[in-house]
Every structure is written in C-alpha cells, then in structure tokens.
C-alpha cells in the first residue's frame, strides 16, 4: 500500500504528464483572487518613480550635518509634491512619508531625532549617506517582470499587478471540478431526512474545499448505490476536469463505485493509502477526466481531498502543486494509537509562546464533523508510532481555511 507521500507523488506525477494548454479569460484586479495568471505581467515605469522618504523629517546633506549642527529649513514637501528645485546649501527641507527627496539631499533624518526653533532646525546626530531613502528604481526596474505565467493571485500579487496598471489580468480558466456523492441513505441538505437517513454534507464540504484549491465546483447531486444510477452521474462527471465522488470506494457489498468506474474503462493508479481516516482512497483516469474516489465519512472525506485532490486541482489550473502546509508543534498530551498507518487526527494548535502546542480533539471517529469543526489542523501519527509522548515534537496539517 502506498503511503500518503507516495500517493500524492502518484497524483502528481500523473496530472503533471497530461498537462496541456489551458483556456484562459481576462478578468478586472478586482475578481481575479485566486485565479492562476497566464500571461508575464511588466512593470510600467521605475519603482520607486522618484526617491523616496520612508519618514517623516528633514531631507539634508549628509555633509553639512553632525551631533548639534544646525540648518535652515526653507521649504516643505508633501507626498505627492512635484519636486525639481535642487537643495541649496545650509538648508534642509521638511519632508513627509512617501514624498520625492529633491536632488542635492542624500539622506532623510527623521523628525525625532530633530529640534525645531522657527526656521532652524537643530540635529541630534551624524546622518548617513540613503539613510531613509529608497532609490528611483531600486524595487524594479521599467519593463522589468513582476508576475509571471502560473502565479496564484493573492492580494499581494493583485496590489503588484494594481501598482504597475495592470488592471485586467489574463487568468486560467479554473479547472472545473465534478463532485458526487454516492449512497442509499443521502438525502439532499434541503430534504427532511428519515431516521436512518443523512443529509448530503460531503457535497458542500467537498464544494468548498474545490473552491478554496482553486477550482470551479460542478454538482452532480448523489447516486444511489446502484450501477445504472452510478453510471450515469458518473458518466455525466466525466465529462469535466476532474470528478470527485465521496462513498462507495469501501469492501461492503454496495460500494460500486469501482466497479462502474472500471466498466467505463478507468485506469486506476491507487486503490488504497495507508493513512487512517481515508484508507481506501481512489485515484485514476477516465478518458481525460482524472478523478478521485473518496471514502465515504466525512472527515475521511475532507483529509483525503486535502492531501490528494488540492495538488491535482493546482496543475490542472495551471500552478504548480502546493506543498502540504505541514509544520511542527509540541504535543500537548500523550497519545496512544495503532500502528501500520498514518494517522490524521482532528487537533487544535495554540501559539501561546514561540513553539506552537497542539493537542488531539476527543472524537467519535471519521464520521464525527463536529470535531472536525472544533480542529485547526490534523495531527500527524506516524505509521511506525504507537505512543507519542507530551513534550515531543510532531508534525500538524494546517486547515489554512481557518487558520
Ligand atoms: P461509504 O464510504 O459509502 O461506506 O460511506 C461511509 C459513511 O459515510 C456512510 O455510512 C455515511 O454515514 C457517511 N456518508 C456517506 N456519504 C455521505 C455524504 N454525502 N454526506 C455525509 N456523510 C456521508
Ligand atoms: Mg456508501
């Protein structure tokens, strides 16, 4: 059985093969958050266009100034100002945060380190050559690129591409992603379930998670366990980018997903993972559609995606795949837990000093949402692990939905 790592190598080693070119649209800065440029975006002009004061002070000559020295401060500069006139000698100006320094002044000195009588203004100290001056140019050069084809668009890279005029970006299309759930006893959200009936919640947990990846969900509703129905919603997810299905992918009797999927002609790259929750885990190709067969049990459900589904959903956006967003901690309290797979576990992480500390949530088991809901992270168990003890140090899955 292939480890979680292996499985997700597996993942992406087989997306990144069938990659191929992607539709792209042109979207305004302002919807286009975590979409995946396209195209090289250049900056317009110098960054800094002028030199500019990082303070609020005295723009001087380094020269005519030491501990005690005094100028006369003849002018005021704003940010925004149109500066030209040179700085005359023995003279300083007043200048504001991100206003032009004029020609002749080398260094900005911040007003604290100032005393002001009328005109003259009196220095604590020496002051040196740029000090609190970013050089014309010296952040980018013109026509020099800033984004590049691929990048994920977070506000960052949206206030960069803003900055330079950018204000309509070429983007991927987002991958369109089909989920369906799978199950005799799934009643949608909007239904009054029966006693030993459950509302669909795997479809809205999977939806969000396809939309935080990046992707574009496309709901299929739920199949009955039976082959024709399977079939079907099936055949009709196949015709994406991507299928997600939850359920069906166990041993019992009425876990038909493979079947069906393999009378469609599917290749089935993994079966099975040795992590719990989400052991049988699928993952394949069906014509062009890869999909992913997700065990049934909601936490199951969202560990599984979260460690297989994202990165596919990434290069099949465009993006290279993100690395899992594993950190450590120091665990809280003792654990005991059975060897042979990697275990997820719903943890809560709290930095209360410089190393965070995460403790396992009690929980009923992979159908327990609630728990789940009460986590920020999954606490990582090792497959060779039975006892991990308070004080050592692990590894956590972030949940960066949250967190
Ligand atoms: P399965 O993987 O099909 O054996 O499903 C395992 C269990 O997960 C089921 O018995 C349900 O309790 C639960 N489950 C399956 N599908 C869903 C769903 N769409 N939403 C919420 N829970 C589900
Ligand atoms: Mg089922």
Same mark, same amino acid.
């Given at each position: 059985?292939?480890?979680?790592?292996? =499985?997700?190598?597996?993942?992406? /080693?087989?997306?990144?093969?069938?990659?191929?070119?992607?539709?792209? =649209?042109?979207?305004?800065?302002?919807?286009?958050?975590?979409?995946?440029?396209?195209?090289?975006?250049?900056?317009?002009?110098?960054?800094?266009?002028?030199?500019?004061?990082?303070?609020?002070?005295?723009? !001087?000559?380094?020269?005519?100034?030491?501990?005690?020295?005094?100028?006369? %401060?003849?002018?005021?500069?704003?940010?925004?100002?149109?500066?030209?006139?040179?700085? *005359?000698?023995?003279?300083?100006?007043?200048?504001?945060?991100?206003?032009?320094?004029?020609?002749?002044?080398?260094?900005?000195?911040?007003?604290?380190?100032?005393?002001?009588?009328?005109?003259?203004?009196?220095?604590?100290?020496?002051?040196?050559?740029?000090?609190?001056?970013?050089?014309?140019?010296?952040? *980018?050069?013109?026509?020099?690129?800033?984004?590049?084809?691929?990048?994920?668009?977070?506000? =960052?890279?949206?206030?960069?591409?803003?900055?330079?005029?950018?204000?309509?970006?070429?983007?991927?299309?987002?991958?369109?992603?089909?989920?369906?759930?799978?199950? /005799?006893?799934?009643?949608?959200?909007?239904?009054?379930?029966?006693?030993?009936?459950?509302?669909?919640?795997?479809?809205?947990?999977?939806?969000?998670?396809?939309?935080?990846?990046?992707?574009?969900? !496309?709901?299929?509703?739920?199949?009955?366990?039976?082959?024709?129905?399977?079939?079907?919603?099936?055949?009709?997810?196949?015709?994406? /980018?991507?299928?997600?299905?939850?359920?069906? !992918?166990?041993?019992?009797?009425?876990?038909?997903?493979?079947?069906?999927?393999?009378?469609?002609?599917?290749?089935?790259?993994?079966?099975?993972?040795?992590?719990?929750?989400?052991?049988?885990?699928?993952?394949?190709?069906?014509?062009?559609?890869?999909?992913?067969?997700?065990?049934?049990?909601?936490?199951?459900?969202?560990?599984?995606?979260?460690?297989?589904?994202?990165? =596919?959903?990434?290069?099949?956006?465009?993006?290279?795949?993100? /690395?899992?967003?594993?950190?450590?901690?120091?665990?809280?309290?003792?654990?005991?837990?059975?060897?042979?797979?990697?275990?997820?576990?719903?943890?809560?992480?709290?930095?209360?000093?410089?190393?965070?500390?995460?403790?396992?949530?009690?929980?009923?088991?992979?159908?327990?949402?609630?728990?789940?809901?009460?986590?920020? %992270?999954?606490?990582?168990?090792?497959?060779?692990?039975?006892?991990?003890?308070?004080?050592?140090?692990?590894?956590?899955?972030?949940?960066?939905?949250?967190?």
């Amino acid at each position: 059985m292939l480890t979680y790592e292996q =499985a997700r190598r597996t993942v992406i /080693d087989q997306v990144e093969k069938a990659k191929g070119p992607r539709a792209t =649209a042109t979207l305004s800065v302002w919807d286009a958050l975590g979409f995946v440029l396209a195209e090289e975006i250049k900056t317009d002009r110098e960054y800094p266009p002028f030199n500019r004061s990082t303070r609020d002070g005295y723009a !001087v000559r380094v020269s005519e100034i030491a501990a005690g020295a005094t100028l006369r %401060c003849i002018a005021e500069i704003k940010a925004g100002d149109t500066v030209t006139q040179p700085l *005359a000698p023995r003279t300083c100006v007043q200048i504001m945060t991100g206003a032009a320094v004029p020609p002749g002044a080398d260094a900005v000195v911040m007003i604290e380190h100032t005393n002001r009588d009328g005109e003259s203004v009196r220095f604590d100290r020496a002051a040196q050559s740029g000090q609190n001056i970013v050089p014309r140019g010296s952040e *980018a050069k013109r026509g020099e690129p800033i984004l590049s084809p691929g990048m994920r668009l977070g506000y =960052a890279e949206l206030a960069l591409a803003a900055q330079v005029g950018a204000a309509q970006l070429r983007c991927a299309s987002k991958p369109r992603v089909a989920i369906l759930s799978t199950g /005799d006893e799934v009643v949608a959200i909007d239904q009054e379930p029966g006693p030993f009936q459950i509302r669909n919640s795997n479809s809205v947990s999977l939806a969000a998670q396809v939309r935080l990846a990046g992707g574009e969900p !496309v709901l299929l509703g739920n199949a009955a366990d039976n082959t024709d129905d399977l079939r079907e919603k099936i055949s009709r997810g196949l015709r994406e /980018d991507a299928l997600v299905l939850s359920g069906g !992918v166990s041993m019992g009797k009425y876990d038909l997903v493979e079947t069906v999927l393999k009378e469609l002609g599917a290749e089935f790259y993994f079966d099975a993972v040795a992590i719990r929750p989400g052991k049988p885990a699928v993952f394949g190709k069906c014509g062009n559609t890869f999909f992913f067969g997700l065990p049934g049990n909601p936490v199951s459900t969202m560990v599984t995606f979260e460690l297989f589904a994202v990165p =596919a959903i990434d290069l099949l956006g465009g993006a290279p795949p993100r /690395d899992l967003p594993i950190v450590e901690a120091h665990l809280g309290a003792t654990l005991n837990e059975k060897q042979g797979l990697t275990h997820f576990l719903p943890g809560r992480v709290e930095w209360r000093g410089a190393i965070p500390e995460v403790k396992a949530l009690p929980w009923q088991g992979s159908g327990d949402i609630a728990a789940l809901a009460r986590a920020n %992270c999954f606490l990582v168990v090792a497959a060779d692990r039975t006892r991990v003890d308070v004080g050592e140090t692990v590894p956590i899955l972030l949940r960066k939905d949250v967190i």
